[in-house]
């Protein structure tokens, strides 16, 4: 048996079917997150509707999460987060 430890916390991007941006974002789920975003839930992207998960990844802390989210939002971190995303759908690895 391994030893993961379930995560507390995730960092997801999403691709609008809409228009075909990526959003960026954290959550404890990413299930309840991604229907909140396609319910109209979430403000800001509500009407871009539409959303698929196409990448994620998991973290032990909230500020861990937070931290990768804020890398992901700098230019270097940006073209790593779309090179994952880039991987991850042409593996069609949607989670």
Known sequence: ???EVTPLCWLYVIRSLKDGRLYTGIAASRDN???EHNTGR??????R????LVYSEPFETRAQAM???R???TPE???L?????????SEDNRI
């Open 1 to 3: 048996m391994g030893s």
């Open 33 to 35: 997150r991604l229907r």
């Open 42 to 47: 979430v403000r800001s992207t509500r009407n």
């Open 49 to 52: 509707r539409p959303f698929v």
């Open 67 to 69: 931290a990768r989210e």
């Open 71 to 73: 890398y992901f939002k």
């Open 77 to 79: 971190g940006g073209a």
């Open 81 to 89: 987060k779309q090179r994952l995303v880039g991987t991850a759908e």
